[in-house]
């Protein structure tokens, strides 16, 4: 993705997350994504590492996930490329 796409990516999650959190229960279930056993096994230790960067306590347990904490961390990632992408 371009930079530009990853800053337009960022604050639609941005905003996504916000809009998403002020709901009542929005689990998000992760054996849903179509991901290997592999590839989910992957995504929940780096899913925890960057939660537990906010909540040293947190100890992501099963498939389900609020929906914003998902949009949050993805949030995360795609500014973080951005900053570090040439175009």
Do not use: I
Not at 22 to 30: R, V
Not at 74 to 84: D, H, I, P, V
């Amino acid at each position: 993705m371009t930079r530009a796409q990853l800053k337009v990516l960022a604050k639609v999650l941005d905003l996504s997350a916000s809009g998403f959190s002020s709901h009542g229960c929005n689990d998000f279930n992760l054996d849903r994504l179509g991901l290997t056993a592999e590839e989910l096994d992957s995504f929940k230790v780096e899913f925890t590492k960057y939660m537990q960067s906010d909540d040293p306590q947190y100890d992501y347990q099963g498939n389900c996930v609020q929906d914003w904490l998902v949009m949050r961390y993805l949030q995360g990632l795609a500014e973080k490329e951005a900053a570090t992408s040439a175009q």
